[in-house]
């Protein structure tokens, strides 16, 4: 049972590498990132929703006058992940964008633990964690720098303060989502119902990127949504907001049962891995990324000082 587990956790982390990919079929019929975004998180509330009417969970709404608001805004962290997924995949490739995230994942955790933030436990800087800090540097430094090398011909090249901010993006994107596991913790401590803190999650997700949408087409900066091409759309690029749902609360599960070190390590490395895969060998149509051996070894550092970082 408990081999069942851990390779549970290491699926869910492939999904989230898998919805990345998927999405940008969605923004190519969607024609926006914005509304792809919206779309996904729509897709994700609604079978949420649905989840947590079969298992009778609804009654644990009824305690939400006693939640403290900011408990309520773990979302938030949603639509920004999944847009910068959209935006980052076609110019860093999957290997690189899924790289940044979880770099911006492992320092934000480790940020949130150090320092006892948002409600954890605080704990103590140890050797293992300073190893592994640096491993995962190292091995994002080491494939951000194969990117363009191992670009398929005809991508075009971007300036140095371009390639910083898009950098900085997927960082950014990456350290919102412990963030936001911290807070669904504190509104789950609450609710008790880990389902009905997912639909929570991701109905205020989906509010938040439609507010936007709203707003970036009001003053044309960004298309507005098409609906007609969705019709056209290849039936894997629906699995965004199926993935999105099975890994927030495959991780909503499993934590309890495996803890919370084992199962971050373990979907980091699926994220990895996946990617990698993706890249390599051109899925769901994206274009190709070989995996040179730079490439491979950092990808092998952000694996051991994931795994360092969280099982140390």
């Known amino acids: 049972m408990h081999t069942a587990l851990l390779a549970a956790a290491l699926l869910v982390g492939c999904l989230l590498a898998v919805q990345?990919?998927?999405?940008?079929?969605?923004?190519?019929?969607?024609?926006?990132?914005?509304?792809?975004?919206?779309?996904?998180?729509?897709?994700a509330t609604g079978l949420l929703a649905v989840l947590a009417?079969?298992?009778?969970?609804?009654?644990?709404?009824?305690?939400?006058?006693?939640?403290?608001?900011w408990h309520l805004l773990g979302g938030l962290a949603s639509p920004l992940y999944i847009t910068s997924g959209i935006l980052l995949f076609p110019r860093l490739g999957a290997l690189a964008a899924v790289g940044l995230f979880v770099t911006g994942q492992m320092f934000a955790s480790l940020a949130l633990d150090l320092f006892g933030l948002l409600g954890l436990r605080q704990q103590d800087l140890n050797a293992g964690i300073f190893v592994g800090a640096v491993a995962v540097l190292a091995g994002i430094v080491m494939i951000i720098r194969?990117?363009?090398?191992?670009?398929?011909?005809?991508?075009?090249?971007?300036?140095?303060?371009?390639?910083?901010?898009w950098l900085a993006l997927g960082i950014v994107a990456g350290a919102g989502l412990p963030v936001q596991g911290a807070v669904n913790a504190r509104l789950r401590t609450q609710l008790q119902e880990p389902v009905v803190v997912a639909a929570i999650s991701f109905a205020v997700a989906t509010l938040t990127i439609a507010v936007v949408l709203l707003v970036l087409s009001a003053t044309r900066r960004t298309p507005k949504p098409r609906i007609a091409p969705l019709r056209?759309?290849?039936?894997?690029?629906?699995?965004?907001?199926?993935?999105?749902?099975?890994?927030?609360?495959?991780?909503?599960?499993?934590?309890?049962?495996?803890?919370?070190?084992?199962?971050?390590?373990?979907?980091?490395?699926?994220?990895?891995?996946?990617?990698a895969l993706i890249d390599h060998r051109g899925l769901f149509r994206l274009p190709r990324r070989s995996l040179t051996k730079p490439r491979a070894a950092g990808l092998a550092l952000l694996i051991a000082g994931s795994l360092t970082i969280q099982l140390v």
């Open 146 to 165: 194969g990117v363009k090398a191992a670009a398929p011909p005809g991508v075009p090249g971007m300036s140095s303060p371009r390639r910083a901010g």
């Open 53 to 69: 009417i079969a298992a009778g969970a609804l009654g644990a709404l009824g305690r939400l006058p006693d939640v403290a608001p």
């Open 232 to 275: 056209r759309m290849p039936w894997w690029g629906w699995l965004g907001g199926v993935c999105a749902a099975a890994y927030v609360t495959g991780t909503f599960l499993l934590i309890p049962e495996i803890g919370a070190a084992v199962t971050i390590a373990l979907t980091v490395t699926g994220q990895q891995l996946t990617s």
């Open 20 to 43: 990345a990919s998927v999405n940008l079929q969605l923004n190519s019929a969607v024609g926006t990132p914005y509304g792809a975004s919206a779309v996904q998180l729509g897709v």
